[in-house]
Structure formats: structure tokens, C-alpha cells
């Protein structure tokens, strides 16, 4: 018999079924024989021991019920179903693809049995036609080769029918997981330009990194000259005393100068990468720059 549930599966769809209604672990087997129209149907030993699973890993819990332990999924299992509903909807093809599997194996089985029993019962009824008569045996013949065929297009039935949901139920299951995902993407989306919009009313956000950076002062033209830097020199050496403190100094200052100017830089481009910047903002942040080289600059000039 091909498999029915590969690696991990069952355990999927048995959170698929609880999303479904809260049921106890009978329904559940029950429930998964319907769903393969009694061609497979999971034993207690199956289902139980990966409930048990479930419910140890915080996916689903269970109340007590008439003294049977009624299981229901929890919010953490529902997010798993969610970020797996791709992959529950190739598990509703496999499904179907084991049932066709399984129904092609019960028509084989069928043809092989009712080829056995013309067989049979042309034997049968040789051998007994000298005591109950040939036309008696072979309308005894006939009658059990009719009710072969007929459970036989029967089962053929049932697998058709269960084929066909399984497809449907497939094609409602990937169009659900597109709209999840069309869903999310609007809402970050709507996200990015609500910050977008809140960042350009605060006047550029590389603008306002390097403003706090310097100690919240205003941007100077990119041409400053050295004295309005000399001006704002003192100042620089008790701002944002907390910025970079966990930076243990190395005992080595060009190194630690390195460093410090490495943090700067990663700030600044990673508030770039993520909020955007514009050529205004650009503009904006040559001017903060330039007031710091030449802050800078002054500090590392030779003192008298």
C-alpha cells in the first residue's frame, strides 16, 4: 500500500482538522476515514501519540469531556497553520493522490478477486454439476461475479468522488494562502509610507541622526568657515556622553577613533536603508558632515 501521510503530515493535518472544531481523538480517526471514504482509516496508536505531541509543544490543548479528552488548537497552533498553508495545500494533493492510488490498487485487487472467483466458480460448478445441476451452479456464478462488479464500480466510485473534493479543496486552500499574502504585503505596504510621510515632516532622518550625533545643533553650510567650527569645538567633548559606551576603549586611540567613526557610519546607513532618504535629505546631511569634519578637524589640530 503506498503511504498515505510522508514525514510529518499527519501531524499538520491533524491540526487542520482541530482549526476545523474541537474534537476528540475518535472524531478525529473518524473524521480521516471519511476523508478517504474508508480506503484508509489511522489507528489510536497513530493519532493519539502525536495529540499527546501537539499538546506538549503548546499547539493544541484539550478539555475533559464526558471523561474523553476533547482537543482544540491554540493561537499558536493557528500561526503555524498559517505560515504553513502552502504546504497544507500540496498536502491536500498528496492526499488526493493517495486516494487515487489507493483506489487504483483496490480496482486491481477487485479484478484479480472477481477473475478468481469466475475461476472458482466454473470449477465449482463442474464439479457439481452432477449433483445440483450445471445451470444452477452457473446462475450462482453469475450472481456472485454481478455483486463483484458492483462493489467494484462502487469503490471506483467513492475514489472519484473523493479525488474531486480533494482537488477542490486544494484549489480553496492556495487561493486563501494568496490572499493571506496579498493581505500582508498591502499592510506593509501602508506601513512603509505612513513612515515615509512621518519622516519627512521631521525633516530627513539622516539630517536628524547626525544632528543628535553632534549634539542637536543646526546644520551649517557645506563652505563653514573654520572659525564658526572653533566656535562650537569646545562643546563637543560632553555630548551624548552615552552614545558608543559599549565601546571598551583598546588602549589604543587611532583605533578607537576607527571604531567610533565605524559606529557612526553604520547608523547613519542603516536609517538610510531602512526609512529611505531623498536628494533634499542628501543635501541636508553633506551640510551636518561637513560641520563635523570640521569640529573634528579643529579637535585633532596640534595644541599649543
Known amino acids: 500500500m503506498p503511504p498515505v501521510f510522508a514525514h510529518g503530515r499527519l501531524r499538520l493535518y491533524l491540526l487542520k482538522l482541530l482549526d476545523e472544531a474541537p474534537r476528540h481523538g475518535y472524531e478525529v480517526i473518524r473524521l480521516l476515514e471519511e476523508r478517504f471514504q474508508g480506503l484508509y482509516a489511522p489507528s489510536a496508536g497513530t493519532v493519539y501519540p502525536r495529540l499527546s505531541k501537539l499538546e506538549a509543544e503548546g499547539l493544541v490543548t484539550y478539555a475533559t469531556e464526558g471523561g474523553r479528552k476533547v482537543y482544540s488548537i491554540t493561537e499558536a497552533g493557528r500561526a503555524e497553520l498559517a505560515d504553513r498553508s502552502g504546504e497544507l495545500a500540496d498536502l491536500e494533493l498528496e492526499i488526493r493522490d493517495s486516494v487515487t492510488e489507493l483506489a487504483a490498487e483496490i480496482r486491481s485487487d477487485v479484478r484479480g478477486a472477481a477473475g478468481d472467483l469466475r475461476r472458482e466458480m466454473r470449477a465449482a460448478a463442474t464439479a457439481s454439476a452432477t449433483q445440483v445441476g450445471e445451470e444452477d451452479s452457473w446462475k450462482a456464478a453469475k450472481e456472485e461475479l454481478r455483486k463483484a462488479r458492483q462493489e467494484w464500480k462502487e469503490q471506483a466510485r467513492r475514489a472519484k468522488d473523493e479525488s474531486r473534493r480533494a482537488r477542490e479543496e486544494a484549489q480553496a486552500a492556495r487561493r486563501q494562502a494568496k490572499e493571506a499574502q496579498d ?26 541622526l547626525a544632528g ?3 549634539g542637536g545643533t543646526a546644520a551649517a553650510p557645506a563652505d563653514a568657515d573654520a572659525d564658526a567650527a572653533d566656535a562650537g569645538a569646545g ?20 583605533r578607537d577613533l576607527d571604531r567610533l567613526l565605524d559606529r557612526f557610519r553604520d547608523e547613519v546607513r542603516d536609517a538610510a536603508r531602512d526609512r529611505g532618504v531623498s536628494a533634499a535629505q542628501v543635501a541636508e546631511a553633506r551640510g551636518h558632515l561637513a560641520a563635523a569634519a570640521a569640529r573634528l578637524a579643529t579637535t585633532f589640530a596640534p595644541r599649543p
Open 235 to 254: 562643546a563637543g567633548a560632553d555630548r551624548a556622553p552615552g552614545w558608543a559606551a559599549d565601546l571598551t576603549p583598546t588602549g589604543d586611540p587611532a
Open 212 to 214: 543628535a550625533w553632534l
Open 183 to 208: 493581505r500582508a504585503r498591502e499592510e506593509v505596504q501602508r506601513i512603509a509610507g505612513q513612515l515615509q510621510e512621518q519622516f519627512a515632516r521631521s525633516g530627513g532622518v539622516l539630517g536628524s
